[in-house]
């Protein structure tokens, strides 16, 4: 490679970063939604604002009959309508959690619940799942350093599985910008 285009690619890369660390995310909406309450319920879901710079998303969801065996993860950028935007995946739920290194972006997210969350354990799931007090900060930094994502309004569709029907779907919306 030569020195003009490594130079390029520095310019580049500096341009790029001083666009990111400027760069904020926030949840704009949550939707949580029980398929088959004799299943599964939400006994909440909610976003919350504290003050300017603290919010926090929190979910509880009720197991009645367990297993939940897989979860379909859909991310969705949004152009003119949402598309589909760098994985949608069927997670095998026990399988992963068995090995969570084995699966890089499925460590990646569970890296955001791992602090807030009683659901970074190995199967089985016999009990309320939990996430409390997602701290946005703590997405920010997920989003904008550890894995940088480009601006825009995403949605993170997660349509919850077992006996291979969906029973639950959550849907987590925000923008970087
Ligand atoms: C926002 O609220 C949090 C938690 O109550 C507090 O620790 C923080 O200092 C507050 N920040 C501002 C700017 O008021
Ligand atoms: C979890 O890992 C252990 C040890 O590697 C293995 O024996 C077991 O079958 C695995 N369980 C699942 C559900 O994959």
Redesign the pocket.
């Given at each position: 490679m030569c020195a003009r285009h490594i130079g390029f690619i520095l310019l580049f890369t500096l341009l790029y970063s001083a666009v990111k660390i400027s760069s904020k995310f926030e949840f704009t909406n949550i939707d949580c939604q029980s398929l088959d309450k004799s299943f599964a319920d939400f006994e909440y879901c909610y976003l919350k604002s504290?003050?300017?710079?603290?919010k926090y998303l929190s979910a509880k969801a009720k197991l009645f009959k367990t297993p939940i065996k897989k979860v379909h993860a859909m991310l969705f950028k949004r152009y003119s309508g949402y598309k589909p935007f760098m994985f949608d995946v069927t997670l095998d739920v026990c399988r992963f959690l068995n090995n969570t290194k084995a699966n890089a972006l499925g460590s990646y997210f569970l890296e955001f619940l791992k602090p807030y969350s009683n659901l970074n354990h190995p199967c089985p799931f016999d009990h309320d799942l939990i996430v409390e007090k997602l701290d946005i900060r703590f997405v920010n930094h997920q989003v904008t350093k550890v894995l940088p994502f480009p601006e825009g309004a995403y949605l993170l569709e997660t349509h919850w599985i077992a006996y291979d029907i969906d029973r639950a779907v959550v849907k987590v919306y925000g923008t970087l910008s």
């Open positions: 504290v003050n300017r710079s603290y």
